[in-house]
């Protein structure tokens, strides 16, 4: 069974390169932004462009280490996006929330504590999923087996496999950065199904 550890994901990122651990956060923003897109549908707020705007960015930088000059800007707007989770009664708002913040904390990497960042998008990643199934579920906060519910749902389950299995594509990729960087954002940027199943219209 996957588990969440932050220490191990440390140690999974040990002697890699920065621009493959953005690539990392970047892969969990994309699977994130779709619930925003879900949260849009939903709720009528918000816009998805900044955040895809900053995704385009940051996988351009991650090919090519070319520092987008609007940086400080991108990472604001993104950051405008995310919704109060007290305005919202969408079972996606909280979702939303970690996908614009992700995204601004994603950028942030390419300049300062890349490692620190990895820890924090890879969280907002997996506590979309946490807050998403106790609601769909309906789980009792107080229950003893809250956290063994959460751990192994089908969702959760599947987003730590994802996150770990992204890792170690990018511990064995070995070709130089612009050619790993062009065929991440092939696969891994624009996905049409998010972390979470979409808003059933």
């Known amino acids: 069974m996957e588990s969440f550890d932050e220490t191990r994901l440390l140690l999974a990122t040990e002697g890699m390169p920065d621009w493959k651990r953005v690539a990392f956060m970047a892969y969990c923003c994309e699977r994130m932004l779709p619930n925003y897109r879900s949260f849009q549908i939903d709720s009528g707020y918000g816009d998805l462009a900044p955040m895809r705007n900053a995704l385009d960015a940051v996988w351009e930088w991650i090919a090519s280490n070319n520092l987008p000059l609007e940086l400080v800007a991108l990472a604001s707007a993104c950051e405008q996006q995310a919704p109060d989770t007290a305005e919202f009664s969408s079972i996606y708002t909280s979702a939303a929330l970690d996908a614009a913040t992700a995204t601004a904390a994603t950028l942030e990497a390419l300049v300062g504590a890349a490692a620190k960042n990895l820890i924090e998008v890879a969280t907002y990643a997996r506590d979309t999923i946490d807050l998403f199934v106790q609601e769909v579920e309906e789980l009792d906060p107080n229950a003893p087996d809250l956290e063994r519910r ?49 808003l059933a219209v």
Not at 161 to 186: F, N, P, Y
């Open 150 to 198: 959460i751990i192994e749902h089908p969702l959760m389950q599947s987003e730590l496999r994802t996150q770990r299995e992204s890792l170690v594509m990018l511990k064995d990729a070995h070709e130089e950065r612009g050619k790993v960087g062009i065929d991440l954002r092939a696969r891994w940027s624009k996905i049409e199904q998010g972390s979470l199943p979409p």
